[in-house]
């Protein structure tokens, strides 16, 4: 059975760092493309970030340069690093498998809420 | 990074059609044949209805249907049942990007 189980979220000020984790089961993360997904509150869906098999990996402008995506294939499971957190950032998380392709499967979701 | 544009609402009786609209660029909808529709309830994660324009996954009921024309891609559902009342978001494969519509609300009078 396909599971994806997002966890590392919480409050953090603004400024500060998260790392978000997301354990996958059932199929192998290093032979799928990864993303993650974030919708604030109220608010829609907003495609962050998204990671390639072969690696490569890329992100939306208002992330670039303070969040890193990344994976550990032993442990599989994919990373979200968030560093110079803004209030901005506030939402649930939700890591994908396939968000464009048929085979999608979405994680619950994790919340972050960046608050002074 | 303009989001794909969808109307904030819709509403049908039960029984009856709508179709929700998704309009981008060429850049989005109108290049790629990489359109994805999910269905989202309160407080759950998105639930893929169809892929590749107009794929279903299994599960899926027939009475759920894709399409597209130009940059603009288009979800129906027929038949509407209580149950299909939620918000629903359009996705597009942008090139090394992903864009999302702003999401319509669905309601089944």
């Known amino acids: 059975e396909v599971q994806l189980v997002e966890s590392g979220g919480g409050l953090v000020q603004p400024g500060g760092s998260l790392r978000l984790s997301c354990a996958a089961s059932?199929?192998?993360?290093?032979?799928?493309?990864m993303s993650w997904v974030r919708q604030a509150p109220g608010k829609g869906l907003e495609w962050v970030s998204l990671i390639y098999s072969d690696g490569s990996t890329y992100y939306t402008e208002s992330v670039k340069g303070r969040f890193t995506i990344s994976r550990d294939n032993s442990k599989n499971t994919v990373y979200f690093q968030m560093n110079s957190l803004r209030t901005e950032d506030t939402a649930v998380y939700y890591c994908a498998r396939a968000v464009y392709g048929g085979d999608s499967y979405w994680g619950q979701g994790t919340l972050v809420t960046v608050s002074s | 990074q303009s989001a794909l544009t969808q109307p904030r609402s819709v509403s049908g009786s039960p029984g009856q059609s709508v179709t929700i609209s998704c309009s981008g660029t060429i850049s989005d909808v109108g290049g790629y044949n990489y359109v994805s529709w999910y269905q989202q309830h309160p407080g759950k994660a998105p639930k893929l209805m169809i892929y590749?324009?107009?794929k279903r996954p299994s599960g899926v009921p027939d009475r759920f249907s894709g399409s597209k024309s130009g940059n603009t891609a288009s979800l129906t559902i027929s038949g509407l049942q209580a149950e299909d009342e939620a918000d629903y978001y359009c996705?597009?494969?942008?090139?090394?990007?992903?864009?999302f519509g702003g999401g319509t609300k669905l309601t089944v009078l």
């Open positions: 996705c597009s494969y942008a090139g090394s990007r992903v864009v």
């Open positions: 590749a324009v107009s």
């Open positions: 059932g199929f192998t993360v290093s032979n799928n493309y």
